[in-house]
């Protein structure tokens, strides 16, 4: 899992320079496609770990990666109407955002998983 927020992490930071380096808006938009992708894979696996584990946090760790992506899903809203100019404050929170549910949230349930030796 930490492999996977290392690489969330890089897709936003990608972005975040795509953005100041003025990228095209074909270019933004395969970048965010693909950190939306990744975003679901991620979320999905670690929600399929701690059902399988029973964790007990695991209603309100969805409902968090729920509201998470629905910001991401605003950001790609915003870029397809042409709103680069409001993506980079949006895409900062985003940043900040996942930094603060990887090193609190996730946190949780990563000792819970190792004491069933799964991480
Ligand atoms: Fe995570
Ligand atoms: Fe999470």
New binding site residues.
Partial sequence: MDDQHGVLMDAINELRLALVRGSGHERICELLDQFIEFTRM??WS??QLMEQTGFAGLDE?RA??HRMLAEILQAAHRLQYGETLHLRPLLCQLHDGFLE??EQ??QE?GPWLRERGIC
Avoid: A, K, S
Wanted: net charge negative; proline share 0%; aromatic share 16%.
């Fill in positions: 991620h979320f670690e929600e760790h968090e990666h549910h990887i949230v996730d349930y």
